[in-house]
């Protein structure tokens, strides 16, 4: 799913992408860090209020929000909404395109997807903590190299979201998982260019063993 929205953020004049529900918790995302996950849960609250207000899901696709320096595309799937905002020099046939191919692997990802799965990056209650997905570094030599320090990593926006819920810079978590795995990591911060890791846990091969996880999971953070 989330290849999909780098995939999509990635076109000329695309600022970027996110998949939310209809409650407004959003999925997934591929944004600049300067979109974080509350403002992109503020818009999509009011793209949901559009679509209420129209019976969007009931009569038509999506919606084209037009703005002086550019526009919002917001594409309706099964339990879900796709927002794309654009630049006004956006290259709206390579967008119509993408979003066509887009929209049919998005579907298939949310029916992998639990429909009460929590938004990425949110807080589940102030005593359980933040969780976030479980991702790899595309160059292996990196990933083993803070595995063997037994460290985990993620990207500036992500460390920034991290201390805004905690209320201060955390250097070390506790880290839970479903399949009842878990521990306490130091936090290493990296530099994430592509925006491919936002509220994201990047993790060794070492690491993911001992949490029990897979790329693409969910795991729980909380003050260590």
């Known amino acids: 799913m989330q290849e999909i929205l780098h995939q999509i953020s990635s076109i ?40 209420h207000g129209l019976q969007i899901s009931q009569s038509v696709h999506g919606l084209d929000l037009r703005y002086a320096e550019g526009r919002i595309i917001v594409r309706a799937l099964p339990g ?11 290259n709206l046939s390579m967008v119509h395109i993408t979003l066509n191919l887009a929209m049919r692997k998005l579907e298939q990802a949310l029916v992998k997807t639990p429909a009460a799965s929590p938004a990425l990056g949110s807080p589940v209650s102030a005593d359980e903590g933040m969780q976030l997905r479980i991702a790899h570094l595309k160059k292996s030599d990196a990933s083993n190299s803070f595995d063997q ?27 839970t998982t479903a399949n009842g795995g878990g521990g306490t990591f130091p936090i290493m911060i ?18 993911e063993k001992k949490l029990k996880v897979s790329e693409g999971d969910m795991a729980m953070i909380s003050q260590a």
């Open 149 to 175: 320090l037994g460290m985990i990593a993620v990207s500036q926006s992500t460390a920034k979201q991290i201390s805004d819920f905690f209320g201060k810079a955390t250097k070390k978590v506790k880290v």
């Open 12 to 51: 000329d004049g695309v600022i970027g992408s996110s998949l939310f529900n209809e409650q407004g918790r959003i999925l997934a995302h591929a944004c600049p860090p300067l979109l974080d996950i509350t403002q992109l849960g503020k818009a999509a609250m009011s793209v949901l209020d559009c679509v």
């Open 80 to 90: 879900a909404f796709l927002c794309v905002p654009c630049a006004k020099n956006a």
């Open 190 to 207: 990296i530099n994430d260019v592509e925006l491919q890791y936002e509220s994201a846990l990047v993790v060794g091969p070492g690491i």
